[in-house]
């Protein structure tokens, strides 16, 4: 069957950021999308008002239900990793024999139908996605675009094309995950870092770098594949590339580059055609990096300069990437993904580069017990940049408790002279009874739950 030919599309899991732009895809079409996840979030409001049925307990006699006005071969299951095999619909639907797909699986059989542009990488593979996006968008470009998180010049993570035009691009998000990456076969394929990280799946980096090279291999042999200079030095590749790099010699750079009334500026070099005068709004070198990997996908397409420096101008971020909640001149608060050494470390450095001399405070929530486990000295190290860290316990997600893996441990780790661990219960009054020139919430779990909270603490503090 083809994907947009069953007639039930079940989701376990469906508030995920990957999951929800899958459920919104086949809400266009008009199918029945129903589902469960463990917690109500505003996104998964959005789907229900968007026409999809969901509920937040695990309910098989409500799921026997749904699915006894279907034919067997009519509904299509889709699941994410995340959703743990003992979960107790995911048990009933595989003993009766459904047809169970993992979300890469439906994402790779949608690709199919157009050419992929395929963004991996463990860091900048979202706002990078994001961005080619909106440059495609701006060039007038028809393009689909499943996103790891919320535009926010789009306000969504899904973005529809045509789907009758046989030259229509579709934007990925190739997540490394679970190796999820590996059901897709780009025309365009670009990998943006291969820090180690999901040791838990592929024991060592030796293995994660095998997997990438796998999917370096998968790009079309008429087709483009783009790394970073140090993605190019790690992968044993055998297919030719482009290579680009923040400021080295590399066929795609940036030169000049400046700060001036908190923006980037710098030129672009390039093969094909060099951009002058680039200015981008995100903060940090790394974002002009994923800038330069952007324009390096644009430009294979032949959209022009003028073009290019219109959307990067234009372009707003995604959500929860140093995503600006308060922004005044007594007090800045940045809400941010970053769950990774590495990416604290760019998330941090921003900040202390565009607010230099302020105090900044940093609240951040681990995101499993073997991440934190693996990379514990390297997570010290970047937490201590902060000048106040707050800790809260790891979120679990998938994952069941590690004997002597939690945040204490962390905290003992860490050379910070102002150090907290504390229950996410704790935070506000935390922030009121201590200055806070520039606050930062860090982390991948449920720490974005505390965002309103923390915003209205911190107006409420500075008498906004």
């Given at each position: 069957?083809?994907?947009?030919?069953?007639k039930l599309?079940?989701?376990?899991?469906a508030g995920?950021?990957?999951?929800?732009a899958?459920?919104?895809?086949?809400n266009?079409?008009?199918?029945?999308?129903f589902?469960y996840?463990?917690?109500?979030?505003?996104?998964?409001k959005q789907?229900?008002?968007?026409g999809?049925?969901?509920h937040f307990?695990?309910d098989?006699?409500?799921?026997?239900?749904?699915?006894?006005?279907?034919?067997?071969e009519?509904?299509?299951?889709?699941y994410?990793p995340?959703?743990?095999?003992?979960h107790a619909?995911?048990v009933?639907?595989?003993?009766?024999?459904?047809?169970m797909?993992k979300r890469?699986?439906?994402?790779g059989e949608?690709t199919?139908?157009f050419k992929?542009?395929?963004?991996?990488?463990t860091?900048?593979?979202?706002?990078t996605?994001?961005?080619?996006?909106?440059?495609?968008?701006t060039?007038g470009i028809?393009?689909?675009?499943f996103?790891?998180?919320i535009?926010?010049?789009y306000k969504?993570?899904?973005?529809?094309?045509?789907a009758?035009d046989?030259?229509?691009f579709?934007?990925?998000?190739?997540d490394?995950y679970?190796?999820?990456?590996?059901?897709?076969?780009?025309?365009i394929?670009l990998i943006t870092s291969v820090d180690?990280?999901h040791?838990?799946?592929?024991?060592?980096k030796?293995s994660m770098n095998?997997t990438?090279?796998q999917?370096?291999s998968q790009?079309?042999?008429?087709?483009?594949l783009?790394?970073?200079?140090?993605?190019d030095?790690?992968?044993?590749l055998?297919n030719k590339r482009l290579?680009y790099?923040l400021?080295?010699n590399?066929?795609?750079?940036?030169?000049?580059?400046?700060?001036?009334?908190?923006?980037?500026?710098?030129?672009?070099?390039s093969?094909?055609e060099c951009?002058?005068?680039v200015?981008?709004?995100?903060p940090g070198l790394h974002?002009?990096?994923n800038?330069i990997?952007?324009?390096t996908?644009?430009?294979?397409l032949g959209?022009?300069?003028?073009?290019i420096?219109e959307?990067?101008r234009?372009?707003?971020?995604?959500?929860?990437?140093?995503?600006?909640r308060i922004?005044?001149?007594s007090?800045?608060?940045?809400?941010?993904?970053?769950?990774?050494?590495?990416e604290?470390?760019a998330?941090?450095?921003?900040?202390k580069?565009?607010?230099?001399?302020?105090q900044?405070?940093?609240i951040?929530?681990?995101?499993?017990?073997?991440?934190?486990?693996d990379?514990?000295d390297?997570?010290?190290?970047?937490?201590?940049?902060?000048?106040?860290?707050?800790?809260?316990e790891?979120?679990?997600?998938?994952?069941?408790?590690i004997e002597?893996?939690?945040s204490?441990m962390?905290?003992?780790?860490?050379?910070?002279?102002?150090?907290f661990l504390?229950?996410?219960?704790k935070?506000i009054?935390?922030?009121k009874?201590?200055?806070s020139?520039?606050?930062m919430?860090?982390?991948?779990g449920d720490?974005?739950?505390?965002v309103k909270?923390i915003?209205d603490?911190l107006l409420?503090?500075?008498?906004n």
């Amino acid at each position: 069957m083809k994907i947009l030919d069953y007639k039930l599309y079940y989701f376990l899991g469906a508030g995920g950021i990957g999951m929800s732009a899958l459920v919104r895809y086949f809400n266009h079409y008009a199918k029945n999308t129903f589902g469960y996840d463990k917690t109500e979030t505003d996104l998964t409001k959005q789907l229900e008002e968007e026409g999809s049925v969901l509920h937040f307990n695990e309910d098989v006699e409500l799921v026997k239900q749904l699915l006894s006005k279907y034919n067997k071969e009519d509904v299509l299951v889709i699941y994410t990793p995340a959703v743990p095999k003992e979960h107790a619909e995911f048990v009933y639907l595989e003993s009766q024999g459904y047809q169970m797909e993992k979300r890469a699986w439906v994402l790779g059989e949608i690709t199919k139908q157009f050419k992929t542009i395929a963004v991996a990488g463990t860091h900048g593979k979202t706002t990078t996605t994001t961005l080619v996006t909106h440059i495609l968008k701006t060039a007038g470009i028809d393009c689909f675009a499943f996103l790891g998180g919320i535009s926010q010049n789009y306000k969504t993570n899904l973005l529809l094309g045509n789907a009758n035009d046989t030259n229509a691009f579709v934007v990925v998000e190739a997540d490394e995950y679970d190796r999820s990456f590996l059901t897709l076969h780009p025309y365009i394929g670009l990998i943006t870092s291969v820090d180690a990280d999901h040791l838990d799946i592929y024991g060592d980096k030796k293995s994660m770098n095998q997997t990438y090279t796998q999917f370096a291999s998968q790009v079309q042999e008429k087709g483009t594949l783009i790394v970073k200079k140090n993605v190019d030095n790690d992968l044993s590749l055998k297919n030719k590339r482009l290579v680009y790099s923040l400021n080295l010699n590399t066929e795609y750079s940036a030169s000049s580059i400046e700060i001036i009334d908190g923006h980037f500026t710098y030129d672009i070099n390039s093969p094909i055609e060099c951009i002058r005068n680039v200015a981008i709004g995100l903060p940090g070198l790394h974002n002009v990096e994923n800038s330069i990997a952007a324009v390096t996908i644009a430009q294979q397409l032949g959209v022009k300069g003028d073009v290019i420096n219109e959307a990067l101008r234009s372009f707003k971020g995604v959500k929860r990437r140093f995503d600006y909640r308060i922004k005044s001149k007594s007090v800045v608060y940045i809400d941010d993904y970053a769950h990774h050494p590495e990416e604290l470390k760019a998330a941090i450095t921003a900040a202390k580069q565009l607010y230099p001399g302020r105090q900044i405070t940093g609240i951040f929530q681990p995101h499993l017990y073997t991440r934190t486990r693996d990379f514990a000295d390297e997570f010290a190290k970047s937490l201590d940049l902060l000048d106040v860290c707050v800790l809260l316990e790891i979120y679990p997600a998938r994952e069941k408790p590690i004997e002597g893996i939690d945040s204490q441990m962390l905290l003992d780790k860490m050379k910070c002279n102002k150090k907290f661990l504390l229950k996410k219960e704790k935070v506000i009054d935390f922030l009121k009874t201590h200055s806070s020139e520039v606050v930062m919430t860090l982390g991948a779990g449920d720490i974005d739950a505390l965002v309103k909270p923390i915003q209205d603490a911190l107006l409420e503090v500075a008498g906004n």
